[in-house]
């Protein structure tokens, strides 16, 4: 049984592909014994630091995830 549970948080360029970084990370969470939970995948053109707090959709989803990972809803 997975005891540990994760979240995977890529940030990227607006044209950058997240695979090459998300199956690795996959394949750790399985080598590590971790459930894996949920990903929040965000893509953007700014090179401003911070600039994902004024995006709320993805701000909310991080926040819920947050959540679940502490409630016993997993």
Not at 10 to 15: D, Q, S, T, Y
Not at 38 to 56: C, Q, R, T
């Amino acid at each position: 049984k997975k005891k540990r549970k994760g979240i995977i948080i890529l940030v990227a360029g607006e044209k950058q592909r997240f695979d090459c970084t998300l199956i690795p990370l996959l394949g750790f969470f399985k080598w590590a014994n971790v459930k894996y939970v949920d990903k929040i995948l965000y893509a953007h053109s700014s090179f401003g630091k911070g600039k994902v707090k004024e995006n709320k959709k993805v701000m909310q989803k991080a926040f819920d995830l947050g959540r679940k990972l502490w409630s016993a809803k997993l």
